[in-house]
């Protein structure tokens, strides 16, 4: 089967828009504070931010994963196009094509590559033959072809990452959401998985939010992107734009005016400097 010919099944017309949402865990600790932001059909989008921002969060809030970490939506709306999608459970945002590939890289590591593959395809009830889907998936990771009878347990970390990936494809998503894929990578690795990321969003026209601590690569991949601190959005715009912004420059990509790197030791005012925080 041509990857090509799943593009009109894949490409979408819906935006994926998070309108003044707000997370509460346990009922008692406040995580995002009134989050929007929107994934137009077909784009990249990068969500940035330190640790403890709330981007993880953010990914589960719309895939319907909060409720297992005992958190709720308790204000505003996810919308998929004309359809609300907090409150509903996570099988459901699977079956209605957002599927979150969770940071960590986690597997059945008791299984082989291809069953690990099989299980992301049980979810989808298109009708397509299972043989036509894992023939995509080797497509784009072509090593995982080679692995296919590998206990994924015995998979390098970049090994595992191209099947969790892989795996989230089998279940046809219009939108893949993606928490951290450069964690624990070497930067070739994270170069490697990068292109075939965007090489999926521009084959397929499948949108893709992607949530980084990794700047450089999310913006070079982004066509937008939000920043976030706190559990707010302290900034977004296209991602060219925000690559020339002198804080992203200084704070996330490590340079400083003069374009040398800065030290961050040296950089106690940090928080205060913020311009994007007023």
């Keep these: 089967m041509a990857v090509a010919e799943l593009q009109s099944e894949l490409t979408t017309t819906r935006t994926l828009a998070v309108n003044n949402v707000e997370v509460i865990y346990n009922s008692v600790i406040l995580v995002l504070r009134g989050i929007t932001l929107e994934v137009k059909p077909g784009l990249v989008v990068s969500l940035l931010g330190p640790n403890g921002a709330g981007k993880s969060t953010t990914l589960k809030a ?149 949530v980084e601590q990794n700047a450089r690569a999310a913006l070079e991949l982004a066509d937008y992107a939000y920043v976030m601190e706190d559990g707010r959005i302290v900034l977004d715009g296209p991602a060219a734009q925000l690559r020339e912004n002198e804080d992203i420059k200084e704070f996330y990509l490590g340079l400083n005016q003069a374009g040398g790197r800065k030290n961050y030791r040296e950089v106690k005012h940090y928080k205060r400097r913020k311009r994007w925080l007023g």
């Design 62 to 210: 719309i895939s319907g994963l909060l409720k297992a970490e005992l958190g709720e939506v308790t204000r505003g709306q996810i919308l998929w196009g004309d359809e609300r999608l907090d409150g509903l459970p996570a099988e459901e945002v699977v079956r209605m094509g957002l599927v979150q590939v969770i940071e960590g890289r986690l597997l059945f590591r008791h299984l082989t590559v291809e069953e690990n593959l099989r299980i992301g395809g049980m979810v989808y009830q298109g009708g397509r033959q299972i043989r036509d889907d894992l023939e995509r998936v080797y497509h784009y990771f072509p090593q995982l072809a080679k692995l296919s009878r590998r206990v994924s347990g015995y998979l390098s970390g970049g090994e595992g990452q191209m099947l969790v990936i892989g795996r989230a494809l089998m279940a046809h998503p219009q939108i893949l959401m993606l928490d951290e894929p450069s964690l624990g990578l070497a930067p070739m690795l994270v170069h490697e998985i990068f292109e075939i990321i965007g090489e999926i969003n521009r084959r397929e026209g499948m949108s893709v939010l992607i």
